[in-house]
C-alpha cells in the first residue's frame, strides 16, 4: 500500500519561500510519475507541478514556471516542491500525489495515490 505524507507547509508573507516535501513508502522501485496539486477554497484542484519517475521529466503550470522547482530525491523517496516569491494567490491546501507513467493529461482523476494535504498561506 502506497502512503504519500507531506510536510513544510506553513504561513509565509508575500515575496517569501517554502519547501514543502512527500515522502513515498509502502512500494519501493516502482515508477511514480509524482506531482503536486493545490487546491484553494471554492476553487478546483489544479496541478503545480510534476516529475517523472527518474526526475528526467517535469511540468509546471505556467503561473509558477521561474518561482517554483519541483525534484526528488529517489535514495529517500522524497519528492520536493521549492516555492519561491510566493504570492496571495498561491495560497491553498497542497496535496502530493502519484501515479504509474508519464503521459497527459496531468489531472487528479489520473492519480491513484494522495497524501492528505498541507496548508500554505501567504499573506499580503
Known amino acids: 500500500q502506497v502512503q504519500l505524507v507531506e510536510s513544510g507547509g506553513g504561513l509565509v508573507q508575500a515575496g517569501g519561500s517554502l519547501r514543502v516535501s512527500c515522502a513515498v513508502s509502502g512500494s519501493p522501485g516502482r515508477r511514480y510519475t509524482m506531482a503536486w496539486f493545490r487546491q484553494a477554497p471554492g476553487k478546483d484542484r489544479e496541478l503545480v507541478a510534476a516529475?517523472?519517475?527518474?526526475?528526467?521529466?517535469?511540468k509546471l503550470r505556467d503561473s509558477v514556471k521561474g518561482r517554483f522547482t519541483i525534484s526528488r530525491d529517489k535514495a529517500v523517496d522524497t519528492v520536493h516542491l521549492q516555492m519561491n516569491n510566493l504570492k496571495v494567490e498561491d495560497s491553498a491546501v497542497y496535496y502530493c500525489a502519484g501515479r504509474l507513467g508519464w503521459y497527459e493529461p496531468n489531472t487528479p482523476d489520473t492519480y491513484n495515490y494522495w497524501g492528505q494535504g498541507t496548508p500554505v498561506t501567504v499573506s499580503s
Open positions: 516529475i517523472s519517475w527518474n526526475g528526467g521529466d517535469t
